[in-house]
């Protein structure tokens, strides 16, 4: 239905809006982050989601979904002292129960989500496991929590196992009941765990497994099964919310404007200041890329933490004399004084990025690496455009990644994600299509990753005269599968006539390389 994604920075922009609205807290802070779970920290005033792909169905049908759990992190927010772990079976019975108490509240002035509660439940109940693919004490808890929000369970369970989950759902039933008439708390509705437990007949610290969003095999997807899914779970909650048509719920029209505007401003601002007037250099169009996959948030949190003292643009180090005297050092014999380093940055570098066909079996991470250099690059203010270049349909072509004026974000690593590492390396022919562009913006750095020789060594010799003549260093880095490989390559790029060369066969050390350049100019 739809071919545009949602980008992170949109969806991040409405929730924000949506869970402030629906809390009454301007001071919540909503993330989104690739995990096993939605988290919310009611101390932190912090809700974090897991992004849309985590969902099944549709674009919309997605969103809906999204929606309606931040809905629901919302109430709670608003409505619960607290939030005990799923992870094990008392603090997940007892999110269980609060989850139809806080819905019960938040409907009452909220009564526009009545549809959409309805149709997360359709998708709810196609995610849960089959029980008779359970073993143990899990089947009995993950029954009552699918008979008691659901009014159903599926698959198989022995008929004592059943009576309990029945016993123990009426008792949840009315205690969510007397809860909300009398305006009792989550700490109240705590003490009724316990009787549930004894009911079932398990260990409150029984281990409960993580259950994400997932389709179990066999079950179908058709319009038509998931509106009689949408019958079946109308008529169990019709005392609740009164009679309602599963097909009007399936199409969420009263959301669907809500959509249309989100999936609007996200094709406005994909290429939002996006433009090339030079032949030969393209801007990647944007699909459903999975970015997430070029993501390294372990590596770029290491660097952030290794260089953010460049943030503020200054280094403490030891010398000789000066006016603060460290007598621990002192006594360990190094340089006594302690003063503070300018850190000098070149505050403009143009990065080309290699993607012939050669770096084919190690992309991914050679992703990684140039996604984590540009989000340090980014967090350390340091002004970048970032080039890639490849071969399609037989022809050179020269891709815009990010150009200098825009900041680094979701749509630059969509970009980055999608360009496809084949053909040779035609440096020369791609350092002239990027000629006019230089000679403009005329950046201090252009930085070349490569994991080749140019297909015209002579060609590349003399377009540098040309470049160096426009007062650019030109700084070559050799990728290389081995230390020995990546010596050669930054050899064989020094002849060149690059002013420096490194070598690199690790490329999680690529961001590293690229920044102490940046700190010793």
């Not at 949408?230 to 669907?256: A, C, H, M």
């Not at 143009?350 to 190690?362: N, P, R």
């Not at 350092?431 to 990753?449: A, E, G, M």
Request: hydrophobic share 40%; with cysteine.
């Amino acid at each position: 239905m739809h071919s545009i994604q949602l980008r992170n920075d949109t969806l991040l922009e409405i929730g924000t809006f949506l869970v402030r609205r629906w809390s009454g807290k301007e001071e919540i802070t909503l993330s989104i982050k690739d995990q096993k779970e939605i988290q919310t920290k009611l101390r932190e005033n912090k809700i974090t989601m897991f992004p849309l792909d985590k969902y099944h169905g549709a674009d919309f049908q997605k969103y809906r979904q999204f929606r309606t759990a931040l809905w629901y992190e919302s109430m709670r927010i608003k409505h619960s002292g607290k939030i005990l772990s799923n992870d094990h079976a008392f603090g997940f019975i007892l999110n269980t129960l609060d989850t139809r108490r806080i819905e019960t509240i938040g409907r009452q002035y909220w009564q526009g989500m009545n549809e959409e509660i309805i149709f997360n439940y359709g998708f709810a109940w196609l995610y849960r496991p089959l029980l008779n693919s359970l073993y143990g004490h899990n089947r009995i808890v993950e029954g009552f929590m699918q008979y008691f929000l659901l009014g159903d369970i599926k698959g198989e369970i022995q008929p004592s196992a059943f009576e309990k989950i029945q016993k123990a759902a009426v008792i949840a039933n009315e205690a969510v009941k007397e809860s909300v008439e009398k305006k009792y708390g989550i700490d109240w509705l705590e003490k009724k765990v316990s009787e549930i437990i004894r009911v079932l007949e398990i260990d409150p610290l029984l281990t409960i497994p993580i259950s994400m969003p997932k389709i179990t095999s066999g079950v179908a997807m058709s319009e038509q099964d998931f509106i009689k899914t949408l019958n079946k779970i109308t008529k169990y909650r019709e005392s609740d919310f009164g009679e309602l048509d599963p097909t009007k719920i399936s199409e969420g029209k009263q959301v669907f404007d809500e959509f249309r505007v989100l999936l609007e401003e996200t094709k406005r601002s994909e290429n939002k200041g996006l433009v090339t007037e030079v032949m030969g250099i393209s801007i990647p169009s944007l699909t459903n890329v999975d970015e997430t996959k070029i993501y390294d948030i372990d590596l770029i949190n290491n660097l952030r933490a290794k260089f953010k003292e460049w943030k503020s643009g200054w280094k403490e180090q030891h010398v000789d004399s000066g006016d603060e005297f460290d007598q621990e050092t002192y006594m360990e014999g190094h340089k006594p004084f302690i003063t503070d380093k300018k850190i000098a940055i070149k505050t403009r570098i143009f990065i080309l990025l290699d993607h012939s066909s050669s770096i084919a079996e190690q992309e991914t991470q050679y992703k990684k690496a140039t996604l984590a250099l540009c989000e340090v690059l980014d967090f350390l203010k340091v002004k970048f455009s970032v080039y890639a270049f490849n071969t399609e349909q037989k022809h050179v072509t020269c891709w815009l990644i990010k150009p200098e004026s825009l900041q680094w974000n979701n749509a630059a690593t969509k970009r980055l994600a999608q360009i496809k590492a084949n053909g040779s390396t035609p440096l020369a022919e791609v350092y002239d299509l990027l000629l006019p562009t230089l000679r403009s913006k005329k950046p201090d750095i252009f930085l070349t990753l490569t994991d080749g020789e140019p297909s015209d060594p002579d060609a590349v010799r003399t377009i540098m005269r040309d470049l160096k003549l426009l007062g650019i260093k030109m700084v070559a880095i050799g990728v290389g599968p081995d230390t020995g490989g990546a010596i050669t390559i930054a050899n064989n790029l020094r002849r060149l006539g690059y002013e420096r060369t490194l070598a690199v066969s690790r490329l999680n050390e690529i961001p590293k390389r690229v920044l102490n350049v940046l700190g010793t100019d």
